[in-house]
């Protein structure tokens, strides 16, 4: 049909529109000028991120892990923004990667997902040159959480670069070789994951041994008598305590013999596949397709994955 693309494109602007009214109804009956209720929802959401992003930082301090940053688009207003689209399905691919030995590095870290400036503010961090997707850091203190930190946060920006250009490049998608050109940008940026995760590890100077034994000394007498009885062959725990306790895991399958040790690595990448999803990510939330994907999508257009992550900030 001619007018098929024309009729899909208005049916999606006008899910976006009626969406938009339904979500600022609300705040017609505020007092002020629309400017101001601008600025105040801004404040709110701006408020609210920090709490995310503070709470993401806390949960790492507690469970002793390093904290891997997912670096957020500093302007994140509009989500059909393409650079904002692509850093989402970016980083949404390293956590729903199917490779097993990223899973498994992914579930030595507490991922969240910040702005530099939040960072710069939160922990005082200078931005690292470049536009690095995600960052390591340590475990920060607890005076660094509440505004000024006494003590310098160690940083270590991953090497995979932010720039979405060939993602961008296809944003509108509606042929099969520029969707194709999409996914296969999205499957370079995580084989680039794949080495520079590791690599950022080293550098910033993880020693896993010690990161287990600090993991397992916060776990209760219960939860490492289930993990004990698990690394000597018995029942497996709940995903939420299998990642909890996945660098002791992951240390004690290093003097396994092959296959058991790769038994253990299976167990904790599948369990953080699960995990992660179920106990999302402080300063995003997992969203389905994007408005108006669904009208959009020509016959026989390969589609993106169906989850990723949203940095929506919308009025």
């Given at each position: 049909?001619?007018?098929?693309?024309?009729?899909?494109?208005?049916?999606?602007?006008?899910?976006?529109?009626?969406?938009?009214?339904?979500?600022?109804?609300?705040?017609?009956?505020?007092?002020?000028?629309?400017?101001?209720?601008?600025?105040?929802?801004?404040?709110r959401r701006a408020e609210?991120?920090?709490?995310?992003?503070?709470?993401?930082?806390?949960?790492?301090?507690?469970?002793?892990?390093?904290?891997?940053?997912?670096?957020?688009?500093?302007?994140?207003?509009?989500?059909?923004?393409?650079?904002?689209?692509?850093?989402?399905?970016?980083?949404?691919?390293?956590?729903?990667?199917?490779?097993?030995?990223?899973?498994?590095?992914?579930?030595?870290?507490?991922?969240?997902?910040?702005?530099?400036?939040?960072?710069?503010?939160?922990?005082?961090?200078?931005?690292?040159?470049?536009?690095?997707?995600?960052?390591?850091?340590?475990?920060?203190?607890?005076?660094?959480?509440?505004?000024?930190?006494?003590?310098?946060?160690?940083?270590?920006?991953?090497?995979?670069?932010?720039?979405?250009?060939?993602?961008?490049?296809?944003?509108?998608?509606?042929?099969?070789?520029?969707?194709?050109?999409?996914?296969?940008?999205?499957?370079t940026k995580e084989r680039?994951?794949?080495?520079?995760?590791?690599?950022?590890?080293?550098?910033?100077?993880?020693?896993?041994?010690?990161l287990a034994r600090a993991?397992?000394?916060?776990?209760?007498?219960?939860?490492?008598?289930?993990?004990?009885?698990?690394?000597?062959?018995?029942?497996?725990?709940?995903?939420?305590?299998?990642?909890?306790?996945?660098?002791?895991?992951?240390?004690?399958?290093?003097?396994?013999?092959?296959?058991?040790?790769?038994?253990?690595?299976?167990?904790?990448?599948?369990?953080?596949?699960?995990?992660?999803?179920?106990?999302?990510?402080?300063?995003?939330?997992?969203?389905?397709?994007?408005?108006?994907?669904?009208?959009?999508?020509?016959?026989?257009?390969?589609?993106?994955?169906?989850?990723?992550?949203?940095?929506?900030?919308?009025?």
């Amino acid at each position: 049909m001619p007018y098929a693309q024309p009729i899909r494109r208005a049916v999606a602007l006008i899910t976006a529109l009626v969406a938009f009214g339904f979500h600022g109804r609300a705040q017609r009956a505020a007092p002020g000028t629309l400017h101001e209720r601008y600025e105040q929802r801004l404040a709110r959401r701006a408020e609210e991120r920090r709490r995310q992003v503070q709470a993401g930082l806390a949960e790492a301090r507690a469970l002793g892990k390093p904290v891997l940053v997912l670096v957020v688009p500093e302007a994140t207003f509009f989500e059909f923004d393409p650079d904002v689209a692509a850093r989402s399905r970016i980083l949404s691919g390293l956590l729903l990667t199917q490779d097993r030995d990223l899973r498994a590095a992914l579930a030595l870290l507490r991922p969240i997902a910040a702005k530099l400036s939040e960072l710069q503010a939160i922990l005082g961090i200078a931005p690292p040159p470049g536009l690095p997707c995600a960052l390591l850091l340590d475990p920060p203190p607890e005076p660094a959480l509440g505004r000024s930190a006494t003590t310098a946060v160690h940083c270590t920006p991953i090497a995979v670069d932010g720039r979405s250009a060939d993602f961008v490049a296809s944003a509108a998608a509606t042929t099969k070789d520029e969707r194709e050109r999409q996914l296969e940008f999205l499957r370079t940026k995580e084989r680039e994951f794949l080495t520079a995760l590791p690599q950022a590890m080293a550098a910033h100077g993880i020693d896993r041994a010690a990161l287990a034994r600090a993991v397992e000394s916060r776990l209760s007498a219960g939860e490492q008598r289930a993990i004990r009885n698990w690394l000597d062959g018995g029942a497996q725990p709940e995903p939420a305590l299998l990642v909890r306790a996945a660098p002791w895991g992951l240390q004690a399958a290093e003097g396994l013999p092959a296959p058991s040790g790769l038994a253990l690595r299976t167990a904790v990448a599948t369990a953080f596949a699960q995990w992660i999803l179920a106990a999302g990510v402080p300063g995003a939330r997992w969203a389905g397709p994007a408005y108006g994907e669904a009208c959009l999508r020509e016959p026989n257009l390969p589609a993106l994955p169906d989850r990723h992550l949203s940095f929506h900030e919308a009025l």
